[in-house]
């Protein structure tokens, strides 16, 4: 099970942190990512992360603005958010993985997302 938290509304500029915790059972040698989806448009990738923080990776419209890290003994991931502009806003999901991927089909489990508004 994936538990996401830490959305909501916040000023274009400002800054946010999502969590997205796992429990229910060990899952080894895992990769995490985030997705989002704003009203009207496709799921997309935003980062992911190995269990060991070895591989990261983060959508062309994320980088430099968005930090991913996790915490492999919490089974946590973070998304540090800064310089959110008004494009950011969306439903954020959490996933797990066990290969490295930006594709959401390779994520067998997902979290029930978190919305993140940003005000222009």
């Known amino acids: 099970q994936l538990q996401a938290s830490g959305g909501g509304l916040v000023q274009a500029g400002g800054s946010l942190r999502l969590s997205c915790a796992a429990s229910?059972?060990?899952?080894?040698?895992?990769?995490m990512g985030w997705f989002r989806r704003a009203p009207g448009k496709e799921r997309e990738f935003v980062a992911t992360?190995?269990?060991?923080?070895?591989?990261?990776y983060y959508a062309d419209s994320v980088k430099g603005r968005f930090t991913i890290s996790g915490d492999n003994a919490r089974n946590t991931v973070y998304l540090q958010m800064n310089s959110l502009k008004s494009e950011d806003s969306a439903v954020y999901y959490c996933?797990?993985?066990?290969?490295?991927?930006?594709?959401?089909?390779?994520?067998?489990?997902w979290g029930q997302g978190t919305q993140v508004t940003v005000s222009s």
């Open positions: 996933a797990l993985a066990w290969v490295f991927s930006t594709t959401a089909a390779s994520y067998a489990y």
């Open positions: 992360i190995s269990w060991d923080g070895g591989s990261i």
């Open positions: 229910g059972r060990t899952f080894g040698s895992y990769i």
